[in-house]
């Protein structure tokens, strides 16, 4: 074993099979059909070639009266379709032209006629598999259909053109997130999902607890059998005492040690039993309570746990020890919001720097979302072409003036004092304007799209509207707070300098009401070795909100959670 040398590595790329087809997918018993159309002559070089393709029926027609059938075939692998041939003589047409219906097909590339769209298309002769589909009854016909309707059949969707191209560009984005962390000296850190900290202090939290199913299942346990009477245990506590009182007597009549050690093994049962049935007397239907309160000494934590709604707190301890981290996961939130910005469960991508300050934040931020425009520029261009085509004739141009463009930074006053002189002018918002306010999505994107017309990062902010952790300036007012903000969604990152001075986040958690016992890990870093550092939040979904163009933040995210829906 030890002489046998270790086969290579396959190409991550399309194999050549002598004696079959000749464009393979390494990992699979077909071609890609990006393999096919998206090279640069569209696929026309691969003429004579022979291949094998899968992929999921968009359209079929039979045509020369039922002699052949045009199916259009895709696989996910990009927007375009791959134009297919079959003749009424290599399988059933009627069951091939399905929308929906599954094919694995072989036979040669060929050019099709002039005149025609398309650059190549695969003439058929054998058709290995065949996925039927009963048109009655499948939910995603040809027809157009709505972002809507398609949440009601979320297992489907993803054979759609938009939601499709819409997870390829989430993958791009998740990627270039990697990439560019990578690139910069981060380390990945994989925080938490279940936390005992409220890093936004907002309370809007799932709780994670195992005490409503441990009642219903004790409820169902004392129906089939019910906890002892008070007769019951009196009867133990008897039996226990007799036992006692022969062990005694056989002492004092000087038994053998037999006799006596049986007697002792006895009355050691009868103690197990009575101690059985007074636990078992000690259980209450229903949830486990302490001075009237929820005991959560019994839960599976043995304290109140949530899911998080940020890792950020968490990486900090990463930061505080190696430098550069970000974590990119799952968050939640349970805030009963129904409009098209808000989810349940969303993801975040939230970097933290030791030794930086909020102009290294700043710098970051802007560099990391110019990288990710300039990414699906370079590597998404064709789902990025069907989202202009589809919702929005724009999101092209904004890539491109987003990946370019130096961001326009300004302070929370001066933004403040902008937005004024907009409402002086005339400009109508439904929130006031004024020092001190949460700035609304109105305001931000008033700042964005009509005032600079490019990204704006909008700096110190006032401490009354932003977490515990934020650096307090010196004006005692504001902290060292940033958002940027972007054209079509508004805020797009939140960030900050943490507050590093053990004595001003001590406060600054009493301030907002918040215990300071779950935090004293918290501080602990501040504690010991304490060090300058910064970070940021960027919402996934709404970067993609951004890019794309769609308008509904539960069509860019696979599975959406919202209230009232959690599908699958």
Not at 102 to 122: A, D, F, M, S
Not at 155 to 169: E, K, M, W
Not at 212 to 224: D, G, N
Not at 243 to 261: F, H, R
Request: glycine letters at 8%.
């Amino acid at each position: 074993m030890g002489d046998q040398a270790t086969p290579p590595a396959p190409e991550l790329a399309e194999m050549v099979i002598s004696d079959g087809p000749s464009l393979k997918h390494p990992f699979s018993d077909r071609a890609p059909v990006r393999s096919i159309v998206c090279r640069p002559d569209g696929g026309a070089g691969l003429a004579g070639q022979r291949v094998r393709a899968g992929g999921w029926v968009k359209t079929g027609r039979e045509q020369g009266k039922g002699s052949f059938a045009f199916l259009e075939v895709n696989d996910g692998s990009c927007p375009a379709n791959l134009q297919v041939i079959v003749d009424a003589g290599v399988a059933d047409l009627s069951t091939l032209v399905q929308t929906g219906t599954c094919v694995l097909v072989e036979g040669l590339l060929k050019v099709p006629p002039e005149g025609t769209k398309q650059k190549i298309e695969l003439r058929v002769d054998k058709v290995l598999h065949v996925g039927p589909t009963d048109p009655a009854s499948y939910p995603i016909p040809k027809t157009k259909l709505s972002l809507e309707f398609l949440r009601d059949h979320i297992h489907l969707r993803a054979r759609t053109n938009t939601i499709s191209a819409v997870a390829r560009i989430r993958n791009a984005l998740a990627f270039a997130t990697h990439s560019f962390f990578q690139e910069h000296g981060f380390l990945y850190v994989h925080t938490p999902i279940i936390t005992t900290s409220d890093c936004e202090g907002a309370g809007e939290m799932f709780q994670a607890t195992t005490l409503i199913s441990e009642a219903e299942k004790l409820e169902k346990e004392l129906i089939l059998n019910p906890p002892p009477t008070e007769a019951d245990l009196e009867a133990a506590k008897l039996t226990v005492g007799e036992k006692g009182n022969i062990v005694s007597q056989l002492k004092a009549a000087k038994a053998t040690k037999e006799e006596i050690s049986a007697s002792v093994a006895d009355l050691k049962i009868a103690k197990e039993n009575l101690s059985r049935v007074e636990e078992r007397a000690k259980l209450k239907p229903g949830i486990p309570k302490k001075d009237g309160k929820i005991d959560y000494g019994q839960d599976f934590f043995s304290r109140q746990a949530f899911l998080t709604v940020s890792g950020q707190l968490q990486v900090e301890t990463y930061a505080c020890a190696v430098s550069s981290v970000y974590t990119f996961g799952p968050t939640f939130r349970a805030e009963h919001s129904h409009t098209s910005r808000h989810l349940a469960e969303f993801w975040m991508v939230e970097p933290e720097i030791a030794f930086a300050d909020l102009q290294d934040d700043m710098n970051c931020a802007e560099a990391y979302v110019k990288y990710m425009c300039q990414w699906l520029l370079n590597k998404c261009f064709d789902d990025m072409e069907l989202m202009a085509k589809l919702y929005d004739k724009g999101c092209i141009d904004r890539l491109r003036m987003v990946s370019s463009t130096p961001f326009e930074r300004i302070s929370y006053t001066e933004a403040v004092r902008l937005l004024e002189e907009a409402v002086r002018g005339g400009k109508e918002f439904e929130k006031n304007v004024e020092w001190g306010i949460d700035l609304a999505s109105e305001h931000e994107r008033y700042l964005t799209e009509d005032i600079f017309k490019k990204p704006v990062i909008v700096y110190n902010y006032p401490k009354g509207i932003k977490a515990f952790y934020m650096r307090l300036n010196d004006d005692s007012k504001t902290v060292a707070a940033m958002d940027i903000l972007v054209p079509k969604v508004g805020e797009l990152i939140g960030g900050s300098q943490r507050e590093e001075r053990y004595e001003v986040i001590q406060q600054r958690i009493a301030e907002m009401g918040l215990p300071l016992e779950p935090y004293e890990w918290y501080l602990d870093l501040r504690r010991y070795g304490t060090v300058k550092h910064c970070g940021f939040g960027l919402g996934f979904e709404r970067m993609i909100l951004f890019a794309t163009g769609i308008d509904n933040i539960r069509d860019v995210i696979p599975f959406p959670r919202y209230p009232g829906r959690a599908d699958l």
